[in-house]
Every structure is written in structure tokens, then in C-alpha cells.
């Protein structure tokens, strides 16, 4: 099982650095290749990732999380597909976890699952564990959902989807991938299979705000088939 891992990274000099070593100090992590698209920085991302020679740095000119996994997906030549963000870290036994939900299952065509705030409060990292809980019976009715910063789909999967659809900015690209890749096979959200990440976009729009629009966004994508939400601002 050739696993290809692409990282999304837009002026991300805070945070890929560490991303990036908890995945390679991780003698566990058998990758066939990680890939790193930068969107165009402008800061120092690029120094931050020519550190590091097991990484393979892509550029992609055009503005947008969608447009850099499509490139990350055009170059990989993974059969399993993992999209993470720059502001993550990986758990240990996401690997490991990986990997025996797709030998375990021949039918799995998508995995994802929650994250968990790194930088939040104890308090907020638990109202955000109680945000998975709840919407988890959601998923079970639909049968479906993925969050973009933790998520894995095959390479065949992909190629039926025609790629990512770029033309969704921001919010409900995950649940548009997830939705698509359900005709092919079973989508899996895993409320164990959890990634570390930064809880800047929470702090920045507010918590309540952000939860308000990607729930707004799935339910709209799940019914009309789009999103609600045209366009988005980026919090750093």
C-alpha cells in the first residue's frame, strides 16, 4: 500500500516547520513520498521545507486550499491519497491507523476524522470534543463526512471525481469530497482517528461563528450539492 502524503502550505513559516518533524521523527510513518504544495508563499515557508530532504516541494501559483491539494493530487503517485494542513501535527498512531482501516476494509474509499486544538484551553478542547459527538450520529444517518485538514481517499476515487473542485473557496470542499467519493464505496469518519491542529482559525472569526458556518456549509452541500459560503478570508 503505496501511502503518498500532501501538505497544503500558504505562508505557514510558524507552523510547518513542526508539522513536518512530527511526521519524519516518526519512525512509524512509512510515507512512499510527502509532498509539500506551496501556494505561492510569501514569507519563509519554502527555507522551512528545503530543511527538510525527505519532502517534496511543489508549487501551485493559484490562490486556494483546493487548487494546491489538486496539484498535490496531480503529482503524487500514492494508491492512497492523505491531504493534511501545515498547521497540524501528527498523532503517533495516525499512520498505523490508517493502514489497518483500508487492509481491514476493501470497501473504505475515504477516512477522516476530528481534530484536536493543540493550542485551545482544556475548556475548549472539550466543548470542540462535544462538537464530534454530536454531529457523529449526523454522519451515521447521511453516511458521510471528512474534515480537509485529516483526510484520506484512494487515488481511484480521486481520478471518478475529476480532482478537487477548485471552484469552492473555502468551506464545504470537505463535505463536497466526501459526498462525491460515497458512490464508489464507504466513507468513514472515525472519531478516534484524530490530528493535532492549531486553533487559529477559531481564535480569529470567533468559535461560535466558525461552527455556525461549517455546519451552515455541510448541510448545504449535503442538500444542493454547493456551498453557501462564495467567499473567504484566511486567518493567520
Known sequence: MKISLIICAYNEEKYIGECLKSIIDNPSNKFHEIIVVDNNSTDGTRKIVE????????????????????????VSTGEILGFI???????????????????????????????????????????????????????????????????????DVMKKNNGFDTSIAFYGDDTDNARRASKYGKVKFKLDFVIYSSARRLNGQGTFRTGVLYVANFFSEVLMHKPITKNYQDIR
Open 51 to 74: 530543511k527538510f530532504k525527505e519532502v517534496k516541494l511543489v508549487t501551485e501559483l493559484n490562490k486556494g486550499p483546493n487548487h494546491a491539494r489538486q496539484k498535490g493530487f496531480e
Open 85 to 155: 494542513d501545515a498547521d497540524t501535527r501528527m498523532p503517533e498512531n495516525w499512520f498505523e491507523i490508517l493502514v489497518r482501516e483500508f487492509n481491514d476494509d476493501q470497501n473504505l474509499v475515504c477516512l477522516s476524522g476530528p481534530y484536536v486544538y493543540y493550542d485551545f484551553s482544556k475548556w475548549k478542547q472539550f466543548l470542540s470534543m462535544v462538537y464530534w459527538y454530536v454531529a457523529y450520529p449526523i454522519y451515521l444517518i447521511i453516511g458521510y463526512m471528512a474534515i480537509a485538514g485529516n483526510f484520506i481517499i484512494k487515488r
